[in-house]
């Protein structure tokens, strides 16, 4: 069973920044594609931000400019820098593997990790 660990949300004021990160315990991570989604309440999970296993990446229209997704292999790891957050960017963050084409993406895995809450907020 995968683990998925996210980590580096919290306060930020607007126009603010962050790093979220995400480990996954798994040893063939360098072969999927991976994916940040974010979830704001009474709202529906949506994806953010697509980095490929050869390091395309594709992003929101809402994030696009602001937000860089990256991974580090050797650490398991994949990364969010999120910079002009805005409240509206207010979620919590998840990441899971995925398959497809962007922006067709599909989680490999239904469960998640706990997230992480971003909250944006003078």
């Known amino acids: 069973q995968v683990q998925l660990v996210e980590s580096g949300g919290g306060l930020v004021q607007p126009g603010g920044s962050l790093r979220l990160s995400c480990i996954v315990s798994?040893?063939?991570?360098?072969?999927?594609?991976m994916a940040w989604y974010r979830q704001a309440p009474g709202k529906q999970r949506e994806v953010v931000a697509f980095?490929?296993?050869?390091?395309?990446?594709n992003y929101a229209d809402s994030v696009k400019g602001r937000f860089t997704i990256t991974r580090d292999n050797a650490k398991n790891t994949v990364y969010l820098q999120m910079n002009s957050l805005k409240p509206e960017d207010t979620a919590v963050y998840y990441c899971?593997?995925?398959?497809?084409?962007?922006?067709?993406?599909?989680?490999?895995?239904?469960?998640w990790g706990q997230g992480t809450q971003v909250t944006v907020s003078s």
């Open positions: 899971n593997p995925v398959f497809g084409n962007w922006p067709k993406i599909t989680n490999f895995f239904d469960s």
């Open positions: 798994t040893s063939i991570f360098s072969i999927y594609a």
């Open positions: 980095i490929s296993s050869g390091g395309s990446t």
